[in-house]
């Protein structure tokens, strides 16, 4: 078909010649798209605040021969007002679009992956939850849909029941110490806690963390992140961490939480959906966008 229709949000934006922008969006369907927005630039522009970056619209696209072109853009979630006011929200919101944009492909089938972000950064734009755990919550749960799921029960190596202390990256996960290379970090429990709430959607645990846990917990993401992409985050650096225990939103407060756990997981579980949820758009109203995976 010469035209078609999807959900999608912006990840990053290029200007191309006077007037035009080369938008990057990863779709529902579609999986990641390239397009120009032809006279976005201009002060008259129908719709060009609707494809900036962080903002989740409804677009129709023609098909083009290298790049699709954009014909109509409705907004179906205005974060980006919101996340731009706050430096940690806006910095954790540039790495979620970073780490989007490169486990994903053109091939569509992202549709966990879109769900996942959209959930996440309208996290961020309602303030429900410190945002670097939202980061965090966002990254661990990113690698676990492109395959990359992290171990904190049972011995990534041996499979030996956990808990242990040792978290090796190369390795995938937690390890037990007679497994363990020399030098390998040891992961407090508090922090290891922390790891496995942020992974099954445990917010009330997540919430409730010390600020030691919550720096211990993101080093060890940040590192198991940019291993498996096997290249760094830009905005990674820039991320401001004294946000992570920052007071939540009376929103989050008021939000039914799950349950937490009395032990961390003795194997991982594919990461359930959470209690940050986004309005379903028209076109698919079952179907809610959450920030963890769906079913």
Same mark, same amino acid.
């Given at each position: 078909?010469?035209?078609?229709?999807?959900?999608?949000?912006?990840?990053?934006?290029?200007?191309?010649?006077?007037?035009?922008?080369?938008?990057?969006? /990863?779709?529902?369907?579609?999986?990641?798209?390239?397009?120009? +927005?032809?006279?976005?630039?201009?002060? @008259?522009?129908?719709?060009?605040?609707?494809?900036?970056?962080?903002?989740?619209?409804?677009?129709?696209?023609?098909?083009?021969?290298?790049?699709?072109?954009?014909?109509?853009?409705?907004?179906?979630?205005?974060?980006? +007002?919101?996340?731009?006011?706050?430096?940690?929200?806006?910095?954790?919101?540039?790495?979620?679009?970073?780490?989007?944009?490169?486990?994903? $492909? $053109?091939?569509?089938?992202?549709?966990?992956?879109?769900?996942?972000? *959209?959930?996440?950064?309208?996290?961020?734009?309602?303030?429900?939850?410190?945002?670097? /755990?939202? /980061?965090?919550?966002?990254?661990?749960r990113a690698l676990s849909i492109a395959g990359w799921a992290p171990s904190f029960g049972d011995c990534a190596v041996t499979g030996a029941p956990g808990p242990h202390s040792h978290f090796v990256v190369q390795l995938g996960g937690m390890v037990a110490a007679d497994v363990a290379p020399p030098g390998s970090p040891r992961v407090s429990p508090e922090a290891l806690a922390l790891l496995a709430a942020l992974l099954? @959607?445990?917010?009330? =645990?997540?919430?409730?963390?010390?600020?030691?846990?919550?720096?211990?917990?993101?080093?060890?993401?940040?590192?198991?992140?940019?291993?498996?992409?096997?290249? @760094?985050?830009?905005?990674?650096?820039? *991320?401001?961490?004294?946000?992570?225990?920052?007071?939540?939103?009376?929103?989050?407060?008021?939000?039914?939480?799950?349950?937490?756990?009395?032990?961390?997981?003795?194997?991982?579980?594919?990461?359930?959906?959470? =209690?940050?949820?986004?309005?379903?758009?028209?076109?698919?109203?079952?179907?809610?966008? =959450?920030?963890?995976?769906?079913?």
């Amino acid at each position: 078909m010469p035209t078609y229709r999807d959900e999608a949000v912006v990840l990053r934006t290029h200007k191309l010649g006077e007037a035009d922008r080369i938008v990057t969006m /990863l779709s529902r369907h579609h999986g990641k798209i390239r397009a120009v +927005a032809k006279g976005v630039r201009r002060t @008259g522009s129908r719709f060009g605040s609707r494809l900036e970056p962080f903002m989740v619209a409804d677009v129709q696209l023609y098909v083009g021969r290298s790049l699709d072109i954009v014909q109509q853009a409705e907004s179906l979630g205005s974060y980006g +007002a919101e996340i731009s006011d706050d430096y940690g929200s806006y910095t954790a919101a540039s790495v979620m679009v970073e780490t989007a944009d490169k486990v994903t $492909d $053109d091939d569509g089938g992202g549709v966990q992956q879109y769900l996942l972000l *959209v959930g996440a950064l309208r996290s961020l734009a309602r303030r429900e939850h410190a945002p670097s /755990l939202t /980061l965090d919550s966002y990254l661990l749960r990113a690698l676990s849909i492109a395959g990359w799921a992290p171990s904190f029960g049972d011995c990534a190596v041996t499979g030996a029941p956990g808990p242990h202390s040792h978290f090796v990256v190369q390795l995938g996960g937690m390890v037990a110490a007679d497994v363990a290379p020399p030098g390998s970090p040891r992961v407090s429990p508090e922090a290891l806690a922390l790891l496995a709430a942020l992974l099954t @959607g445990d917010w009330a =645990t997540a919430d409730a963390s010390d600020e030691r846990a919550r720096n211990q917990a993101s080093g060890i993401i940040a590192a198991y992140t940019q291993f498996h992409l096997e290249r @760094g985050l830009r905005s990674l650096p820039h *991320v401001d961490r004294q946000a992570a225990t920052a007071p939540t939103s009376s929103r989050a407060a008021a939000a039914p939480a799950e349950a937490p756990a009395q032990h961390p997981p003795t194997t991982t579980p594919a990461p359930p959906a959470s =209690t940050i949820q986004e309005s379903a758009p028209r076109s698919a109203p079952h179907d809610t966008p =959450t920030i963890g995976a769906p079913a």
